[in-house]
C-alpha cells in the first residue's frame, strides 16, 4: 500500500515563484530557456497537482520547454492568501498569467485538464501570447449551459470537507479505479474552500462565457476527451460552434475516461505532438 502512495517522481528540483496570491510550486524542465519554442504549460484539474503531468513532463516534445505548476491551495503551493479572489477560474488564470510574466514567458501552449482547461480558456481571453489550447474534460459553458455541458455525476467537486473514504471516490471518479494512493493524498492536500468557492463562482456563472469564447476565439483549440468521461456530456461539445478547433471536431478516445493523459500517456502524448506541429510556433 505504501508504494501506491508514493508520487510519482517529477524532472528536476521543486521550484517556487512568488504570486499576488502565495507562494507557487512548479516544475521546469528548461529554467534558462534555451528551446526558441513557445513552452508547453501544463494545468492540473481540481483537487489535484501538477503530478498527475509526470509522463509528460518526462517526455519529449521536440526539445521544448515544458513547465507545470501547482494551483494556489493544491499540491505544493501555498494556500491563497485572498481564497475568495483566488480560488475562482479567473482568479487561477491571472495567477498562471502573472506566473508566466515572473519567468518572462511572452508566448506559450497551455494543457489544461478538467478546471485546468477552463483556466486555459480563461488565460485566452487575458494573455495574449496564448499560441494554441488543448483542453481535456472541460465543456465550454456558460451559466445558462452549465446543465447540458456537465452531466450529473460531478461528486464532490464541490465539496469543501470530504473524508478519506470520499477522497477515494473522487479520486476514482476523475483518474480510475483503483485510483493512485497520491491522487488521494491530492485530494486531501488540498485547501477544501478552493473546491468551494469556485464551484460557487462557477455555478453562479461568475466566469467567462466560454461557450461564447471558443466560438469566437482565433486562438487553435484542441479538445481531447476520454469516450467514458463520467463528466463530460459528449454530445454538447461536438454541438458548440468553434472558430479554430484543431482538425474540425473533438477528438475523442474510445476507452479512455476524465485522464486519458494518466490512462494513456504515449497516445496522448503523441495528440500533442501532432497539435505542437500544427500550432506549436
Do not use: C
Not at 480560488?87 to 508566466?100: C, H, K, S
Request: glycine share 12%; no cysteine; charged share 20%.
Amino acid at each position: 500500500m505504501e508504494a501506491e502512495h508514493q508520487p510519482p517522481p517529477l524532472p528536476g528540483p521543486t521550484r517556487y515563484a512568488g504570486t499576488r496570491y502565495g507562494r507557487i510550486a512548479y516544475t521546469d524542465t528548461d529554467p534558462l530557456g534555451a528551446s526558441a519554442l513557445p513552452p508547453l504549460l501544463f494545468v492540473h484539474g481540481n483537487s489535484a497537482s501538477r503530478k498527475v503531468f509526470h509522463a509528460q513532463l518526462a517526455d519529449d516534445f521536440g526539445g521544448r520547454r515544458l513547465l507545470a505548476l501547482d494551483l494556489p491551495g493544491h499540491g505544493e503551493s501555498d494556500d491563497a492568501t485572498d481564497p475568495g479572489a483566488a480560488y475562482t477560474q479567473r482568479g487561477y488564470a491571472a495567477t498562471v498569467a502573472e506566473f508566466l510574466g515572473l519567468l518572462g514567458i511572452d508566448r506559450v501552449v497551455v494543457v489544461g485538464w478538467s478546471l485546468g482547461g477552463h483556466i486555459g480558456l480563461e488565460l485566452v481571453a487575458r494573455f495574449p501570447g496564448v499560441a494554441g489550447l488543448v483542453v481535456t474534460g472541460t465543456p465550454p459553458v456558460n451559466r445558462d449551459t452549465l446543465a447540458e455541458g456537465f452531466l450529473p455525476t460531478l461528486g464532490y467537486a464541490g465539496t469543501e470537507t470530504v473524508t478519506a473514504a470520499q477522497a477515494a471516490e473522487f479520486a476514482a471518479q476523475i483518474t480510475f479505479s483503483p485510483p493512485p494512493g497520491w491522487v488521494v493524498d491530492d485530494i486531501r492536500r488540498t485547501d477544501g474552500r478552493a473546491r468551494r468557492l469556485m464551484f460557487e463562482s462557477f455555478a453562479a456563472g461568475r466566469d467567462s462565457d466560454q461557450k461564447a469564447l471558443v466560438a469566437t476565439s482565433p486562438v487553435p483549440l484542441a479538445v481531447i476527451d476520454g469516450r467514458d468521461d463520467p463528466f463530460v456530456h459528449h454530445a454538447y461539445v461536438a454541438s458548440l460552434t468553434y472558430a479554430a478547433l484543431w482538425r474540425g471536431a473533438p477528438t475523442v478516445l474510445e476507452g479512455r475516461r476524465h485522464a486519458a493523459f494518466l490512462e494513456d500517456p504515449a497516445g496522448y502524448d503523441d495528440l500533442l505532438r501532432a497539435f505542437l506541429r500544427d500550432h506549436g510556433r
